[in-house]
């Protein structure tokens, strides 16, 4: 069973930045990719970032150039600058690995003034 825990939610004023951490844990098949997926109130959640084992990494069009995706070993983090009002949402980390994929419980960013 593999777990994942998100971290580093919370208020930001528009402009600003924060960091989310994800840790996973458990009986994890390497090689696994890691990522951050996004859910707005009343959307359907979307791919934000992810990450292979290699460090290869994908972006949404609307984050790239100011979210940056990394990753050591099983622990993933999602650095977010210059955030803006539509990028409030609960942020989801994932791993997925040969055996499925698997999810965190989210962690809320709130961008407001």
């Known amino acids: 069973q593999v777990q994942l825990v998100e971290s580093g939610g919370g208020l930001v004023q528009p402009g600003g930045s924060l960091r989310l951490s994800c840790v996973a844990s458990?009986?994890?098949?390497?090689?696994?990719?890691m990522g951050w997926y996004r859910q707005a109130p009343g959307k359907e959640r979307e791919l934000v970032a992810v990450?292979?084992?290699?460090?290869r990494t994908n972006y949404a069009d609307s984050v790239k150039g100011r979210f940056t995706i990394s990753r050591d070993n099983a622990k993933a983090y999602l650095q977010m600058n210059s955030l803006k009002p539509e990028d409030t949402a609960v942020y989801y980390c994932?791993?997925?690995?040969?055996?499925?994929?698997?999810w965190g419980q989210g962690t809320p960013v709130n961008v407001s003034s």
């Open positions: 990450i292979t084992s290699g460090g």
């Open positions: 994932n791993c997925n690995d040969a055996q499925g994929l698997y």
């Open positions: 458990g009986s994890i098949f390497s090689p696994f990719a």
